[in-house]
């Protein structure tokens, strides 16, 4: 039986229009300027930005749809390893 606690996020085009709302327009990825390093956006299925030395700063990725239906926790995915 296939059982996993993590979610999977699929990256389609459709999740990243949806990331876009929200990760493009954040502070913490104005301020690096994340556009600039990939991925760039979707990065609770993308994995991490590859920008370096970044802080955490006000994420949005709480009001996100994809975040709430897949009940992830803590945010920050382009920061966290
Ligand atoms: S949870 Fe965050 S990283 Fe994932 S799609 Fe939503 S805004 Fe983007
Ligand atoms: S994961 Fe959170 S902090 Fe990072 S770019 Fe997306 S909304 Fe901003």
Redesign the pocket.
């Known amino acids: 039986m296939f059982e996993s606690s993590k979610p999977v996020i699929e990256d389609t085009e459709e999740n990243r229009k949806i990331c876009r709302n929200?990760?493009t327009r954040?502070p913490?990825?104005k301020h690096h300027c994340?556009d600039k390093h990939q991925p760039t956006e979707l990065?609770c299925a993308r994995g991490p930005s590859s920008a370096t030395s970044m802080k955490m700063m006000g994420?949005?990725?709480q009001a996100c749809e994809i975040y709430i239906k897949n009940h992830l926790r803590g945010?920050?995915?382009?920061?966290r390893r």
């Open positions: 929200y990760c954040c913490n990825a994340l990065f994420c949005f990725c945010g920050f995915f382009c920061v």
